[in-house]
C-alpha cells in the first residue's frame, strides 16, 4: 500500500531578484566603406534588482538587411565580458569590426548583450538587442579604367610595344583591406570575352585608393608571334 500524507502548511518561495541586463548606448559611424575597418563602442547597463548571478556571457555585433534580428544577420564580433554586473552599474567596450566586402548600400546594425542567454533575467530577457534606428551607409568602391595609351597602333608579331593605363575609383568608398589584378588582353572582337581572347600581362595590387583617385601602370609588351590583323585591347 502507499501511504500518502499532505502537510496543511503553506511555503513561501521567493524568486531571486533578477538582473536586467540592456544595451543603453552605441556609438558608430553613419557611413562605413565595404571591407573598411571602424570601432564600435556600445555600453551594457543594468537595471534589475541585483547583480549578474554569473561572472561570463558574451555580447555580440551584427548588421543586416532587415529591421529584425534573424538568423540572416551578419556577426561582425563576439565578445566576452568576465566580471560580475552590479544593479545600477553598467560597462563600456569598444571593438573592431571588419565590414565585408560584398554588401553595399543601407544596412542594420545590430548589439545584442549576453548573446546566448547565459544570465538569469526572469522575464527581461527581450531587451537584449539594441537596432540601429536607420540603415547604416555601406559605400562600395568601384574601379573603372579611364585611359589606355599604346606607343603604336601599327605592331609586328614579335615586336615590343608600350601600353599605360589609368584606373580611377568612381565608387562612393574607398578601397583597402583587399587585393586584386588588372590584365591586359587582346582579341578580335570588340566584346570581352575570356574564351577567345590572348593573355598578354597582368599585376596583383593591394592599394588604398579614396573616391575620385587614380593609379597607372605601364607595360613593355612583346606581341606574339601567332597574332595577326586587327585585333582590340
Same mark, same amino acid.
Given at each position: ?31 562605413? !566603406? &565595404?571591407?573598411? @575597418? %571602424? $570601432?564600435?563602442?556600445? /555600453? *551594457?547597463?543594468?537595471? =534589475?534588482?541585483? #547583480? ?33 554586473? !552590479? &544593479?545600477?552599474? @553598467? %560597462? $563600456?567596450?569598444?571593438? /573592431? *569590426?571588419?565590414?565585408? =566586402?560584398?554588401? #553595399? ?43 589606355? /595609351? ?84
Amino acid at each position: 500500500s502507499i501511504n500518502v500524507t499532505t502537510s496543511t502548511q503553506t511555503l513561501n518561495v521567493t524568486l531571486t531578484p533578477p538582473s536586467d541586463l540592456f544595451v543603453s548606448s552605441v556609438s558608430y559611424p553613419q557611413e562605413m !566603406d &565595404a571591407n573598411g @575597418s %571602424y $570601432t564600435i563602442t556600445y /555600453t *551594457v547597463s543594468n537595471s =534589475g534588482s541585483s #547583480a549578474t548571478h554569473t561572472p561570463n556571457w558574451n555580447d555580440a555585433i551584427y548588421i543586416s538587411q532587415l529591421p529584425q534580428m534573424t538568423s540572416s544577420a551578419t556577426r561582425l564580433a563576439l565578445l566576452q565580458h568576465n566580471a560580475v554586473l !552590479d &544593479a545600477d552599474s @553598467s %560597462y $563600456t567596450t569598444a571593438a /573592431t *569590426v571588419t565590414i565585408p =566586402g560584398n554588401i #553595399a548600400e543601407g544596412w542594420y546594425l545590430f548589439v545584442v548583450t549576453d548573446v546566448n542567454n547565459n544570465v538569469y533575467e526572469y522575464i527581461y530577457e527581450d531587451n537584449n538587442i539594441y537596432r540601429s534606428d536607420t540603415t547604416v551607409t555601406i559605400r562600395v568602391p568601384d574601379l573603372a579604367v579611364q585611359s589606355i /595609351t599604346l606607343s603604336s597602333d601599327h605592331v609586328s608579331p614579335g615586336q615590343t610595344f608600350t601600353l599605360t593605363y589609368q584606373v580611377a575609383n568612381v565608387g562612393s568608398g574607398t578601397l583597402s583591406n583587399t587585393s586584386w589584378r588588372d590584365a591586359v588582353y587582346m582579341s578580335n572582337s570588340p566584346q570581352f570575352h575570356s574564351n577567345n581572347a590572348t593573355l598578354l600581362t597582368s599585376s596583383r595590387y593591394m592599394l588604398t585608393l579614396h573616391p575620385d583617385s587614380t593609379y597607372s601602370n605601364t607595360y613593355n609588351i612583346t606581341l606574339p608571334t601567332n597574332i595577326s590583323g586587327n585585333r582590340y585591347i
